[in-house]
């Protein structure tokens, strides 16, 4: 899946964490904010790149500013985040495009 532009999933309230997606310079560039980053700061940088390589996803830049999110939360805003910054809309879907439902998303 490519990144055709920047987008954005979650919010900054507490146990959700914000995911901003955009185009890359040829490989995944993660940048991570966490108030638990030395607790759980490897489990969140590993999380979001087994959803990137999921979703096939190789050339990205990552910002994630997480605010205690379980990782069902994590994926779910990294997913959401690729595929609006891949052009799956509502819209689009109604023109036919539709979510791999069953395929990527697990």
Known sequence: MEVLRTAMAGT???SDAQVTVEP???RVELDIESSVINQFGRKIKATVEET?????VDNVKVKVVDKGA????LK???EGAVFRASG????EICEGKKLPWGGAIR
């Open 12 to 14: 900054l309230e507490s």
């Open 24 to 26: 890359g310079d040829g």
């Open 52 to 56: 990137l390589e999921r979703l096939g």
């Open 70 to 73: 379980l990782d069902c939360t």
């Open 76 to 78: 779910a805003r990294v």
């Open 88 to 91: 799956y809309s509502e819209d």
